[in-house]
């Protein structure tokens, strides 16, 4: 059968629920037409007939909901969109550049692998 040949189980259950709901709200609307007309002796049966349409509209509501879950779900599941990544050159190695103390002297200085040596202040003479 067509309806369980599909991919989504989602979508399949909330089908089946909404299909179920939908026919239980017809057949208990057919038999409050049938208990309008013919009124019955007693006032048990009308509950059973409130009670039948209370669960058909709960079953409906649970399958728009599945299939409501079931999108965003599937959605969820899709990955993600990922930035194009932009080329990068790596940096030229240069020659270490001292920084120059306010007495002209050198205070720390980085070397190629990227660390920064640096020297203790001198004090002022």
Not at 74 to 80: G, K, Q, T, V, Y
Request: hydrophobic letters at 45%.
């Amino acid at each position: 059968m067509w309806i369980f040949n599909q991919a989504s189980s989602a979508a399949r259950t909330a089908l089946i629920y909404i299909t179920v709901g939908a026919l239980v709200v017809i057949w208990t609307g057919a038999w409050y037409l049938y208990l309008y007309n013919n009124p019955p002796g007693t006032n048990t049966v009308y509950y059973w007939c409130g009670g039948l349409m209370v669960s058909g509209l709960t079953l409906m509501a649970i399958g728009f909901g599945l299939g409501h879950i079931g999108r965003s779900a599937r959605n969820a599941d899709m990955p993600a969109e990922v930035a194009p990544t932009a080329a990068v050159t790596p940096p030229t190695k240069a020659a270490p550049m001292p920084v120059v103390g306010p007495a002209g002297q050198a205070v720390s200085a980085v070397v190629p692998d990227g660390r920064v040596l640096a020297t203790p202040p001198q004090k002022a003479r």
